[in-house]
């Protein structure tokens, strides 16, 4: 079997066995294609590598200027390929064991405040009760808001989650895993209204003889639902509307806000991993920054010292 066909191997068994998503099987052949590439003109194959080729090509990232976050995750291919590798038999060895890579600075999410959200939603609001496409921004900004959905979760949505104004609906997220997640009231009349517009075209289209959309966000491209790239920039301009930074809002600001504000009202960690989805808690202890704020804050302010 040639390095390709090892590599389409592994790509199959994170589909079958991860559910991997097709985005994040893409990034994967890619991280080992150009693997692949650089040991080619080193004149070796992938399972001829060993740990001392893969730390070169590591240190040929860093000269190229590649950024820490970009050659861990080209290391984790790399390492993850190897061991599925060695389970296979295909090797007697695992080289990318103990391999450290690069340190990724964590970021902060830098959050959206209340009052961002707040015009954000006013700026949308307007006119959604007699144009279409304003409806359809209003929901999608209350939405993400009101439940910290990925973007890519939104756009997903079927029509039916949504029938009988529920207080819940579930959710499939990475890998598959599901999860429920609750509506806020001000959510379900955004998106009853919403409902309302897109029922009306949608039976219109049926009397011509078309199909009814599954989706909730129905559109005609190839996947039958609108795209993230047209939610973002539908955000995009929605901020400029508002007088927000566009630059500080995307839908996973909103997912951030979603997360950040919860936190800072009070809610618990593993209550909002669950929302959110996060397989592992350390994912959402991103958010702890907002957790020592609080408690810098009330120090300074309760502390009978304080003032002193």
Request: net charge positive; hydrophobic share 45%; glycine share 8%.
């Amino acid at each position: 079997m040639r390095d390709a066909g090892r590599v389409g191997a592994f790509l199959e068994a994170l589909s079958a066995e991860r559910g991997a998503a097709r985005n994040t099987l893409a990034a994967y052949e890619r991280d080992l294609r150009i693997f692949g590439e650089w040991l080619a003109e080193n004149g070796r194959g992938l399972l001829d590598a060993d740990r001392s080729m893969i730390e070169a090509w590591l240190e040929a990232l860093d000269v190229e200027g590649l950024s820490p976050a970009t050659r861990a995750r080209r290391l984790s291919s790399v390492r993850q390929f190897y061991r599925f590798a060695f389970t296979e038999g295909w090797r007697a060895d695992d080289p990318g064991v103990g391999i450290a890579g690069p340190a990724r600075a964590r970021v902060l999410p830098k959050a959206l405040t209340i009052k961002d959200v707040d015009r954000l939603l006013a700026a949308a609001a307007e006119r959604a009760g007699s144009d279409p496409r304003a409806a359809r921004l209003f929901c999608i900004v209350e939405l993400l808001y009101a439940t910290g959905l990925r973007v890519s979760e939104l756009v997903a949505l079927p029509r039916a989650a949504m029938r009988g104004d529920p207080r819940m609906i579930l959710i499939t997220g990475k890998g598959g895993r599901e999860r429920m997640v609750p509506l806020s009231a001000a959510a379900r009349e955004a998106v009853a209204e919403w409902c309302r517009h897109r029922d009306e075209a949608e039976q219109a289209l049926v009397r011509k003889g078309a199909r009814a959309s599954p989706f909730l966000f129905p559109s005609r491209g190839r996947s039958g639902h609108l795209t993230r790239v047209a939610v973002w920039q539908a955000l995009k301009a929605l901020a400029v509307r508002a007088g927000v930074d566009p630059a500080s809002l995307s839908p996973h600001k909103l997912r951030h806000a979603f997360a950040t504000h919860l936190l800072a009202n009070g809610a618990d960690l593993r209550s909002i991993q669950a929302l959110l989805g996060h397989a592992d808690i350390s994912t959402t202890e991103i958010y702890t920054h907002v957790l020592d704020e609080r408690l810098r804050a009330l120090v300074l302010e309760k502390h009978p010292l304080a003032s002193g």
